[in-house]
């Protein structure tokens, strides 16, 4: 019957019905979305296991089923490019997911966002750095995500020192968990954004409460027992939370589809991917109308159906404190500790303690947000008549505003302590970049023939456009040779540099040289000391890479005429860590184990696209080198769309909110209308309750917005500490909240003003 | 044509909600100091004649004239002024805010008319004194009697010392003891300051407390004592 009444009660009814069912709609479908993220995430870790193998523990010997494979990533305009080169060994190579048959040589496919992005004018240069024919598009099997920039291209020239030779796709990793910090942002994000949802199921039920109220007296007058109103008031409710769960289900269906265009954090995922786990999805199917239930029987406890009306049944509660502040307090109580406790475990325990502890304190607020309201407005007196009727109605009853304003300050203080969290961090990639990216410095490391080919690499860096200065070496790992009973694998390693005399010179001070002298580097490093590096000594050219590893000595002895030369300090103030330099004539660079090109170059910043001529320059040289440069911050980026999205994510809460409390507020006019009408009898201007209006949403929303803020920036303060950021308070942030909170009571308080005059017309004194 | 030394007169009222006519062509004075009992069975139209001559709703035809006024050509604001200094009003039930006390709501039309609160909460503790219900001062309407909340509401409509005052129904819900008590004490004061009442009832009991009475019957008016 209760469904029935929803269905077809009427205007009220269906307002209801519609309220109920989009309140438990954008709930399920933020919960269902959140419920995806674990599933989001192992899809994308997945398909990059799928697509993968750098390197295999017994690497296959070349034949039909091989390939020789290497990464070949770059960059280009602050985007990431994942870029890999092959070289099959036979007719039958194997193939990475999304793509058919592997390119031809010089060739390359790509995925539709990078074939976008070569085709646009932005993307010259890139075609300049991506030579190959483009021979056709990567599907999306083989792509992380609908935005993701990869190639894989087929290089004549890949040579086995620079790739892998797999004779598969395909990887058994593990990624590595969710840090704490980044665990606690899902929770805190989850909780700020479904408290507000909650609390807008929790009010859209209450809608249309005194019609209701007396169709139920009216079912009690015909003989319905007070169970069987509830029952019916259930169904009520049940109806418009089972239309909300379909409504639900296709906000969810609509909202995934904004995946293929959203990236965060480096992350964009293909709609198809962003799929709930199943025991969750079912748990969401079964509890939010639970809850949507819950909640109408929770607001029938006060009272009770009486054939000839409603009694109401509760007293006046006297709101008390102290069991308010257990909930923040203990939250305060299990984060505190852990801000002593420096520097930060990521254990399962203080992840647990974070979260729990975050959550806590933010669930406090709602239930230290009742008692403030009434201490506070139960202080108020006097004041103009708008004030007074506003303070009054409040002092009288503020629970369905406290309830509206609950959500915001939620939301808020969640939204607060989230962008200090993120500002606190970002903040430190910020100053590093600062301390790094003031020298317009950028270096390339890959793997080093002999030392013309360095030089030539020299040769092409300097004739780049808005290149001031080239340094480079031939580096490699040295050791001490190895003796009974002594384990070198698990030695310091100590680094040669080979280079020009004049390259040298740039590292370390070499008055006089000549191809085939050796300097020892002074002061001499721990780990020349501890192999012995001096005149004279022998030392191993290939000394094991990991621990525990054994390789064939290679011995070398250092020339007597050696000489010490002191170090440099270098331009890019990074830590001097060469031990010994050595020219090409003393020693050839195929004597050394896996030797790199080192190259560093220092540009002119006014030089437009200066960075992305070298990185083509560095293509052309060996498309396989990593680069490392503090130029472009990805972190900003990455940090900066968080935060953007945060921001959108808490003013659609708010807004939600607004709904919420002009709901409340309707309701309570309409529930008023007779008594607004005599009030217009008497002459009572519309400004007077306007304002009334106004005061009454301002006073709670100003209260919650101040312990919003409380909560927030000690949450966000102490998460700060834990983490070991610096507490920075992102006050624009905290501004615009403070703003968007004005902007809602301001936009409540004029949608609420046309049925305020309506309902004071005097079609409300009439009684017949 | 208004009668002479009529405080308050109508002229050819009609009104009608949607398609039924609510008056037709009524007339009605009163006179300062008189009280006038507006009779009638349910649905005649007595409370719309009343809305249309305090001004809260405008008729579709005729005209009514207050002293120096006439209040079918006064703007909603003036009107509303108009009701905020010269009219005072008692309803059947529903009329006082039930979250200020008693004596907030007596102060109440005082304050919307600009007086300060201490002022306007003096006066109106007077008048509670004269309503003989000075003990519900500090109460609020959902905790005193339906008796004495009519009371509290005729020391509201007396607070602003209006010339006229319109009781819609003002003993409908209370019992016979407390009706008669509120209908000596409103028309005793309405008397002692001079004011017009007119006093909407379906009771002839209640019209007894009157000077004059007359009956509205489908939209029209007719004067018991021979009188428009």
Not at chain 1, 191 to 207: C, H, K, N, Y
Not at chain 1, 631 to 642: F, S
């Amino acid at each position: 019957m209760g469904m029935r009444f929803a269905a077809g009660g009427g205007r009220e009814g269906w307002i209801r019905t519609a309220l109920t069912a989009a309140g438990v709609a954008l709930g399920v479908a933020v919960l269902l979305i959140g419920a995806s993220v674990p599933t989001l995430m192992d899809a994308w870790h997945g398909r990059e296991k799928a697509r993968e193998n750098l390197g295999q523990e017994h690497p296959p010997k070349a034949g039909d089923r091989t390939v020789l494979y290497s990464p070949a990533d770059t960059t280009f305009h602050g985007e990431r490019i994942r870029g890999r080169l092959i070289r099959p060994d036979g007719a039958h190579p194997p193939v990475p997911p999304g793509i058919r048959r592997l390119p031809g040589p010089g060739r390359m496919l790509v995925s539709p966002a990078l074939h976008k992005l070569l085709a646009s004018p932005e993307g010259a240069l890139l075609r300049d750095r991506l030579h190959y024919t483009t021979a056709g598009v990567i599907g999306d099997e083989g792509l992380q995500g609908p935005q993701e920039l990869t190639y894989v291209a087929q290089s004549d020239t890949l040579r086995e020192r620079d790739g892998y030779r797999v004779d598969h796709f395909g990887k058994s990793w593990d990624p590595a968990p969710m840090r704490a910090p980044a665990v606690v942002l899902v929770i805190m994000t989850c909780v700020a954004l479904m408290t507000p949802v909650m609390v807008f199921i929790g009010t859209s039920v209450r809608f249309g409460n005194e019609r209701r109220e007396r169709r139920l007296a009216a079912l009690r007058l015909v003989g319905a027992d007070v169970p069987t109103t509830r029952r019916i008031a259930s169904g009520e409710a049940l109806f418009g939370s089972l239309l909300g769960l379909l409504g639900g289900g296709a906000l969810f269906l609509a909202a995934r589809q904004l995946a293929s265009v959203i990236t965060l954090w480096e992350i964009n995922v293909f709609p198809s991917d962003v799929t709930p786990a199943l025991l969750p999805a079912a748990l969401i199917v079964l509890l939010v109308p639970s809850a949507a239930v819950l909640v109408t029987l929770l607001a029938q406890r006060g009272i009770t159906v009486e054939p000839l009306g409603i009694v109401r049944n509760r007293p006046p509660v006297r709101r008390r404190l102290w069991w308010r502040l257990v909930l923040p307090i203990a939250g305060v109580l299990l984060l505190f500790p852990l801000t002593r406790e420096q520097p930060w475990h990521d254990t399962p325990l203080n992840t647990v303690r974070l979260a729990a502890g975050s959550t806590l304190l933010l669930f406090g607020v709602t239930a230290l947000l009742p008692w403030l309201v009434d201490a506070v407005v139960g202080r108020l007196r006097g004041g103009p008549v708008p004030w007074q009727l506003a303070v009054r109605r409040l002092q009288l009853s503020s629970g369905s505003a406290t309830r509206a304003v609950s959500g915001i300050t939620v939301a808020v203080a969640g939204a607060i302590a989230i962008h200090m969290l993120m500002t606190g961090m970002q903040a430190g990639y910020q100053a590093a970049y600062a301390k790094s990216g003031r020298i317009p410095q950028i270096g390339f490391w890959g793997s080093a023939a002999d030392w013309p080919q360095t030089q030539q690499a020299l040769t092409s860096l300097r004739a780049t456009p808005g290149v001031t200065k080239v340094r480079g070496t031939v580096i490699a790992n040295i050791g001490r040779l190895p003796a009974a009973g002594v384990d070198t694998s698990r030695d310091v390693p100590s680094t040669v540099a080979l280079g020009s005399c004049a390259e040298l010179n740039r590292l370390v001070h070499v008055p006089s040289c000549r191809d085939g002298d050796v300097f020892i580097a002074a002061p001499a490093r721990e780990a020349a000391r501890d192999i012995g590096l001096a005149p004279g000594a022998t030392i191993d050219l290939n000394p094991p890479r990991d621990y525990g590893e054994r390789t064939a000595p290679r011995p070398w002895t250092i020339p007597r005429a050696a000489r010490p030369a002191p170090s440099r300090a270098l331009s890019d103030a990074r830590p001097f860590a060469y031990d010994l330099l050595v020219t090409p004539a003393a020693l050839g660079a195929d004597r050394l184990s896996s030797p790199d090109q080192e190259l560093r170059v220092d540009f002119d910043r006014s030089t437009p696209d200066a960075v992305e001529h070298i990185r083509n320059t560095a293509a052309r040289i060996n498309p396989s080198m990593f680069e490392s440069s503090s130029i472009d911050n990805p972190h900003d980026k990455q940090y900066g769309g968080v935060r953007n999205a945060l921001f959108l994510g808490a003013v659609i809460t708010l807004l939600l909110i607004g709904a919420g409390l002009i709901i409340s507020t309707v309701e309570q006019l309409h529930e008023r209308r007779r008594l607004l009408s005599t009030l217009d009898a008497y002459g009572t201007r519309r400004a007077t309750l306007g304002w009334s209006v106004l005061w009454q949403t301002t006073l709670p929303v100003i209260l919650g917005l101040a312990l919003a803020l409380a909560c927030g920036l000690t949450l966000g303060a102490l998460l700060l500490v834990i983490t070991g950021s610096g507490v920075t308070v992102d006050w624009p942030v905290v501004a615009g909240m403070a703003g968007i909170g004005a902007a809602v009571i301001l936009f409540v308080t004029a949608l609420s003003l046309p049925p305020l005059w309506r309902m004071m017309r005097p079609e409300g004194l009439r009684t017949e | 044509m208004t009668p002479e030394g009529s405080l308050l007169a109508a002229e050819g009222l009609s009104k009608a909600y949607g398609p039924t006519p609510a008056l037709d062509g009524a007339d009605f004075s009163v006179h300062p100091g008189e009280v006038v009992a507006v009779m009638g069975p349910s649905g005649s139209g007595k409370s719309t004649l009343l809305h249309c001559l305090a001004g809260i709703v405008a008729p579709d035809r005729g005209t009514v004239r207050y002293g120096p006024h006439t209040l079918t050509g006064l703007t909603d604001a003036q009107r509303s002024a108009l009701r905020r200094t010269d009219f005072g009003f008692v309803f059947q039930f529903g009329q006082l805010v039930p979250e200020l006390t008693c004596l907030e709501n007596v102060a109440l039309p005082l304050r919307l008319n600009g007086t300060r609160r201490k002022d306007a909460e003096r006066q109106a503790r007077d008048w509670l004194e004269q309503l003989e219900v000075e003990g519900a001062a500090g109460q609020r309407p959902g905790e005193i009697s339906g008796g004495q909340g009519q009371r509290v509401a005729v020391a509201r409509a007396l607070a602003t010392r209006p010339r006229v005052i319109f009781a819609d129904e003002p003993t409908g819900a209370l019992d016979s003891l407390n009706g008669e008590r509120v209908l000596t004490l409103l028309t005793n004061a309405a008397r002692d300051t001079n004011a017009a009442v007119v006093l909407v009832t379906h009771e002839a009991r209640v019209a007894a407390y009157s000077d004059r009475e007359i009956v509205v019957r489908d939209g029209r008016v007719k004067d018991m004592a021979g009188r428009i």
